[in-house]
């Protein structure tokens, strides 16, 4: 077998492209993720009723199907929800990069809830009482009391859970966005080198989330420390 | 919402009328069903395995078993699954010769469950190695004390109380692994996913058929659910497992 690495180098600039978008994807589905995420938790943790059942709902139902088809739900439904919102005449066209970042937020959020929750979890009841009991809000008692110990507990598991968001990504595939698989793919397919480009692809994404993961590991031992 | 809602479609035939929509999303469970279950085989035994030897004294084996982990826990299970259907038969001529002739449904059959199989592999040894890792140091020394050799210790003392600690992780790993099959449908596998949009692409009615899915695989994790919590019942250790049966 002959291994092209001259197609590797040829397509650099248009890989390079495709993994700017896995990152921004990451990025943002990250951080839409966290701050909904939180939201849900709350509203999950919440004594009101139909707040807590919502929440519950929402988190399970994301959490129990397969994301490809999340993917293929949202695909499908974004342009019909946007053209009911505007009344256009016609779905409007949002794309399937677009549609990947608003999926990947709203799906994620799922799974950062349930960390965020059980990161809420871990702070002592007398917390919350020793806030309340300074006669802080419940707003106040989360922003100012709560959240940052939660958050403080729970960064090693978030960035656990960004590094597989970060694989995660790649399934944009099955919605033909261009991120860097995608972008891979198409190269491979057009000049007959999928060999090399998957190669090519596999090697980066080790990297890449080997790297990250021993700085959590190394993060984690640190946290657990002052803890 | 301009929509035509159809939820009488499933009842209707394909264009080739050879089906009704409803028997090949069935068709569809059961690819996904067979993948995950034979995927779920590999996954349970290789990642024992690994698992096990990461505990051991063996400089070598913890060093095997941990690269395992780590080269199939960062790539991209889409990624894995490409490699395997795409490069690994290329650099194999033996392979090559039996994928180029063969049943192109079944090697991607095979492809699927040897990608999840494998990639699911390296999150069971990590529950594995958890496991073993979360019993009291004694019962390592319990085993040697009585003489027992270092695989019998494993076999009679350490492995029995592990598998049964880590039964609710191994769980949410069996449904994240049915979940993860729908990703065969890149590689052409005809499996729930795959036949929902199909049948969407065919009928326009993406709604009904992705409802469809979504009920289905809901169900198979409810079901899973109940046979696996089934099992930590059975097998829970009297007053020594917390949520073992009473």
Do not use: C
């Not at chain 1, 839409?32 to 807590?52: C, D, N, Q």
């Not at chain 1, 946007?82 to 677009?98: C, K, M, N, S």
Request: net charge positive.
């Amino acid at each position: 077998m002959d291994f092209d690495f001259d197609v590797i180098q040829r397509s650099l600039p248009y890989l390079w492209k495709g993994f700017q978008y896995t990152v921004q994807l990451t990025g943002i589905a990250a951080l839409g993720g966290m701050v909904f995420g939180t939201f849900l938790a709350l509203a999950r943790l919440s004594s009101i009723k139909p707040l807590y059942l919502t929440a519950a709902g929402y988190v399970n139902l994301m959490r129990s199907i397969p994301l490809v088809l999340v993917l293929f739900w949202f695909f499908f439904l974004v342009p019909l929800i946007l053209q009911a919102i505007t009344g256009a005449d016609r779905p409007p066209q949002v794309g399937a990069e677009r549609t990947a970042i608003i999926t990947f937020i709203l799906f994620e959020a799922a799974y950062f809830a349930e960390i965020v929750r059980a990161g809420i979890q871990s702070i002592s009841k007398g917390q919350v009482g020793a806030a309340y009991a300074l006669g802080l809000t419940y707003g106040q008692a989360m922003r100012l009391v709560i959240l940052p110990q939660a958050f403080r507990n729970m960064l090693p598991v978030l960035l656990t859970q960004t590094i597989i968001l970060f694989q995660d990504t790649s399934l944009v595939y099955v919605i033909s966005a261009t991120d860097f698989l995608g972008a891979a793919a198409k190269i491979g397919q057009r000049d007959g080198r999928l060999v090399e480009m998957y190669t090519f692809v596999a090697v980066a994404y080790f990297f890449i989330s080997f790297t990250l993961s021993y700085f959590v590991k190394q993060l984690q031992i640190k946290v657990a420390v002052i803890r | 919402m301009n929509y035509n809602w159809n939820w009488g479609v499933f009842f209707e035939e394909l264009p080739g009328g050879e089906a009704t929509y409803w028997e090949i999303l069935l068709e569809g469970v059961g690819w996904t069903l067979a993948v995950s279950a034979l995927a779920w085989i590999i996954a349970l035994v290789i990642g024992s395995v690994i698992g096990t030897i990461r505990t051991t004294q063996s400089r070598p084996l913890v060093a095997l078993g941990n690269a395992w982990v780590e080269f199939f826990r960062n790539i991209p299970l889409l990624v894995q699954i490409f490699l395997w259907y795409f490069v690994v038969p290329e650099v194999s001529a033996p392979l090559k010769a039996w994928v180029v002739q063969a049943e192109p449904s079944h090697v991607q059959f095979l492809m699927a469950v040897i990608g999840l199989g494998l990639f699911t592999s390296a999150r069971v040894a990590e529950q594995v190695r958890a496991g073993i890792q979360s019993l009291p140091r004694g019962q390592r020394a319990a085993g040697m004390a009585v003489g027992l050799t270092t695989t019998q210790t494993y076999r009679f003392v350490l492995l029995p109380m592990a598998f049964r600690i880590i039964i609710p992780p191994l769980t949410s790993e069996t449904m994240n692994l049915i979940k993860n099959s729908s990703v065969a449908l890149t590689i052409g596998l005809a499996e729930l996913t795959f036949r929902a949009r199909e049948m969407g692409e065919y009928t326009f009615n993406f709604f009904e058929a992705f409802s469809a899915a979504t009920l289905i695989y809901i169900a198979i994790a409810m079901t899973a659910n109940r046979v696996m919590a089934h099992v930590e019942r059975r097998v829970a250790v009297p007053g020594y497992i917390a949520g073992g049966a009473k």
